[in-house]
Every structure is written in C-alpha cells, then in structure tokens.
Nanobody, 124 residues
Framework: QLQLVESGGGLVQAGDSVRLSCVAS????????FGWFRQAPGKERDFVAS????????MYADSVKGRATISRNNAENTVWLHMSRLKSEDTAVYYC?????????????????WGQGTQVTVFS
C-alpha cells in the first residue's frame, strides 16, 4: 500500500497558476498509475487528470483540459499537477491517488491508495 502526501495548495488569485505535488512511499512507484481528483464544497469528488506508469500517457477532464498538466518523476517518487488560468470553480480539495492498473482511467474505484488532500482556494 502506498502512502501519498500532497502539498502545494493554498490561496491563489484567479488567473494565476498552482503546482501540486504528491510524494509516494511504501511501494514500487513505477508500477502504479496516478490520478488527481478534486472535491469542491458540497459536491462529489471528480476526476481531474491521470498519468500512466512511465508518464507517456495522460488523460484530463474536460473542465481542465488545456489548463492542467500532470507529470511524474519515477526516480523521485513524485507526481505533480500544474494548473494555470485558475478560476473560482477550481476551488476544491485536491487528492492524489494511485492504482495498480495499466490503463488510464477516471474511475475512482480503480485507485486503491489516496492521500489526505490539499486545499486550493481561488479568489478574485
């Protein structure tokens, strides 16, 4: 089981960028796909982005496509989510998740390990 720790959230002005980090421990990092999800106040947790085991494949939610970039460094056991041109609707708790699968997916049930989340609040 992987332990995941997110960081990088905070108070961000609309139009600015944020980079979230997720550091993993306790497993073989490059055997997992990773995803970022977010949960806004009063809403369900939604998919944001995912990345394949070697980083060659990515998938994005329509709501962030063109504004988000997911990346990973297997030597550093770290996954990042960079988001630009932030909007108020990007305000949420962002979660990093890891799954033992091969194919990229938005399905939360595929991701077995989850971090505690990091809050991103966008103000204007």
């Amino acid at each position: 089981q992987l332990q995941l720790v997110e960081s990088g959230g905070g108070l961000v002005q609309a139009g600015d960028s944020v980079r979230l980090s997720c550091v993993a421990s306790g497993g073989t990092f490059n055997t997992y796909i990773f995803g970022w999800f977010r949960q806004a106040p009063g809403k369900e947790r939604d998919f944001v982005a995912s990345i394949s085991r070697q980083g060659g494949g990515t998938m994005y939610a329509d709501s962030v496509k063109g504004r988000a970039t997911i990346s990973r460094n297997n030597a550093e056991n770290t996954v990042w989510l960079h988001m630009s041109r932030l909007k108020s609707e990007d305000t949420a708790v962002y979660y990093c998740a890891a799954g033992p699968g091969v194919d990229l997916t938005q399905q939360q049930t595929i991701y077995a390990d989850w971090g505690q989340g990091t809050q991103v609040t966008v103000f204007s």
